[in-house]
């Protein structure tokens, strides 16, 4: 079945460290994909997206993703994570040829991260 | 530009009881949508509208109508609320053309419904 998977439901990092969020799809050859934070209570705010082009993307808040078409997937990553992150991450992605109501989200990583 | 508005922010109802979602856009974005938010499940679509006029169903649909009112807004309706609508609603915009062209879409705060 088509889907988009965010394998990890919840990370705990370490203030300063290096980030990873996995997100993998099962859509056609080129997708448009996207990832969007969202804080407690809050609505979702677009960190970056991808349509074509440079495979790497760089987002806002130091944010960045590399689109890899051999292994369908579109990683988030972060070089040094700051208590503000603490966020719930969510994949999304709008299918090859998708219609406009085709975006498709994963579950969603719930970032949390200790002092 | 206040983006995506949502009204209310906050809503609790009893089983049976009808309200209506209130969402507005001040980008111009000719496509709108609704979703629903549910722990474990990410958000999925209820309906969208590609343009004034039109409105199609999303993944979820039963249980909820919307009308796209002009450019501006798209309005969600429960008609006979059910303990299983409880959840949080998004609308978003975004400027996905008439022919299908994808874009990215701008979120509301969101709208948290609880059925009793």
């Known amino acids: 079945a088509q889907s988009v998977t965010q394998p990890d439901i919840h990370i705990t990092v370490s203030e300063g460290a290096s980030l990873e969020l996995r997100c993998n799809y099962s859509?056609?050859?080129?997708?448009?994909l996207f990832w969007y934070v969202q804080s407690p209570g809050q609505g979702l705010q677009l960190l970056l997206k991808?349509?074509?082009?440079?495979?790497l993307v760089q987002g806002i808040k130091g944010f960045e993703a590399e689109f890899k078409r051999s292994q369908s997937s579109f990683n988030l990553r972060k070089p040094s994570v700051h208590w503000s992150d603490a966020a719930e991450y969510f994949c999304?992605?709008?299918?090859?040829?998708?219609?406009?109501?085709?975006?498709?989200f994963g579950k969603g990583t719930k970032l949390s991260v200790k002092p | 530009n206040a983006g995506v508005t949502q009204t209310p922010k906050f809503q609790v109802l009893k089983t049976g009881q009808s309200m209506t979602l209130q969402c507005a856009q001040d980008?111009?974005?000719?496509?709108m949508y609704w979703y629903r938010q549910d722990p474990g499940m990410g958000l999925r679509l209820i309906y969208y509208?590609?343009?004034?006029?039109?409105?199609d169903k999303g993944e979820v649909p039963n249980g909820y109508n919307v009308s796209r009112l002009n450019k501006r807004e798209f309005s969600l309706r429960l008609e006979s609320a059910a303990p299983s609508q409880t959840s949080v609603y998004f609308c978003?915009?975004?400027?996905?053309?008439?022919?299908?062209?994808?874009?990215?879409?701008?979120f509301g705060p969101g709208t948290r419904l609880t059925v009793l």
């Open positions: 978003a915009s975004s400027d996905a053309g008439l022919a299908g062209t994808a874009d990215t879409q701008y």
């Open positions: 859509y056609g050859a080129t997708p448009y």
């Open positions: 991808y349509f074509s082009g440079d495979t």
């Open positions: 999304a992605v709008i299918p090859d040829g998708g219609s406009q109501g085709n975006l498709i």
């Open positions: 980008m111009n974005h000719n496509s």
């Open positions: 509208s590609a343009s004034e006029g039109t409105t």
